[in-house]
């Protein structure tokens, strides 16, 4: 890194509904692509019935399938759960053989002031592993996410991939309203194929950082979201996730 | 109550700080009040170094001070923790004769699709008896709020009195990042006293409802804030407050 970069803070997110409204099953209704596009250019999120992962890149959002294809979203396509910025770095710096702990432990130690923020993280470049996953749409609509979604996922293993890996990393308090700590979405350079990040080693790359001190949280308006059970449930979050 | 009045929700909530930060002690740094002013005209707050308590009635701050009196809050008052909302009612409702749990039960009662919702919650009447706390300003600036708060606050006890109640409701899986449940402040009709409401006895008056889906939560640009503790104490704030 450069150690003469200031550490300064930028944008705000933008977060429609709660993780724990999500992982209870309120994946019926959502906030359609072209209105999230107004608050954000980069990010993550899911579908309805949570059918796949979404990875918000460059302005361009992706549906990430169960079936391992992609297709670029369509503007009408509604998202029950979806963390946005306008990503504006404030902090790169090239990082090679790391660890998915010792790239988290590097963020850390490069934002030493931002442990109560918000980071918007990118990563551009080789993967020697990257394990993702892909979330199976519900069979049955609105049942709680948090209890099949390790059953029904598929788990993708790819080594010496070329990628993008998009993401936040969320202070420990807001747990259950976001995902806390580090939340990683994944989409190969060719754009064939990706997914919600389990595990990876990095090989080599520049990693991005952006400090965000502003959090906007918009809750659904539907009925289902009214009935939503919303105790947090870390260790299910924890695994979930 | 009005049963044909429509539960509409409307504008949104801005919160600065989070609660935990400030009961963490970190009272020093703040939002400019007239910086505040344009996110809301109506909520509830503090001052630097938890000197009194902050209530903002249509578009008018307060400090209520630990002496008992009341000053209108200079545009350059400094406000480590906020919550404020441009105040617009959906529902608006006589109540008489109310203990403080029957009150919040009638409102959620009023309210029943609304749970999971922030609500914006103003009372104007007569209370057969109101008992608020005023904290008193820290004599260690910085230092943790929450072990000293009820230690150190005056509480004032009074009958008969005619006033307004202003204060949010916030759903329990955001305690520590606002106070969970009920969090109100009570300034009397003449404007010689308030503070933070911990009892009262609703003889009558009307009770204003706005359900709030959106929350906006800014953190402070402040060294302090980077060293919070903000692990959740939820017996802390619920005795705090």
Redesign the interface.
Known sequence: MSDSQPLE?SS?IYQYS?I??FMDGQTLHGIPLKDLGKHGDFGLGSFQLADGEMILVDGTAYRMSYDGSITVAEPSTCLPYAMVTFYTPTVTVAVAGMLKPNFQKHIEDITP?????FLAIRFDGVFKKMRFRIAKGQDVPGANVMKTITKTQRVIDMEDVEGTMIGFRS????Q??TVAGYHLHFIKKDRTTGGHCLDFEIQKGITGISII?????????S?D??E?D???DNEGIVKAE
Chains 1, 2 share one sequence.
């Not at 002031?113 to 923020?117: E, F, M, P, R, S």
């Open positions: 803070t705000r709660i724990s409204a002031t931002a442990k109560n923020y202070p420990g308090c807001y259950g309203i001190r502003q959090i906007d949280i918009e809750l659904p308006d009925d979201f009214c939503a919303l105790t947090l």
